[in-house]
């Protein structure tokens, strides 16, 4: 069974950084995809960023050239790097996978990590 750990939130100033961790296990593929969603209370949750097996990555257009994803194959694990933070990046962020490629669309994806909140303040 896919389980997915998100962490690495917290609170940082605007213009800090954080860098969010999401554990993967249990792929009984090597063909899949991992991407970062956020969510604020009220609205929909929108995908930020995806990364798939053979590397290739997508952004939206509210977060490219300040965020980056990345991993670590001997961990198991997808990175989001999140610079110049804004306070509007304020969310809970979420981490997903399926098999397949990477996409930005929620529906996507069938398993999903818990919340870790990201509050920048101005």
Not at 8 to 23: F, H, M, Y
Not at 65 to 89: C, Q
């Amino acid at each position: 069974d896919v389980q997915l750990q998100a962490s690495g939130g917290g609170l940082v100033q605007a213009g800090g950084s954080l860098r969010l961790n999401c554990a993967a296990s249990g792929f009984g593929s090597d063909d899949y995809a991992i991407a970062w969603f956020r969510q604020v209370r009220g609205k929909e949750r929108e995908g930020i960023s995806c990364l798939s097996s053979d590397g290739r990555t997508m952004y939206d257009n509210s977060v490219k050239g300040r965020f980056t994803i990345s991993s670590d194959t001997a961990k198991n694990t997808v990175y989001l790097h999140m610079n110049s933070l804004k306070p509007e990046d304020t969310a809970v962020y979420y981490c997903a996978a399926d098999l397949g490629r990477c996409s930005l669309w929620s529906r996507t994806y069938s398993w999903w990590g818990q919340g870790t909140q990201v509050t920048v303040s101005s």
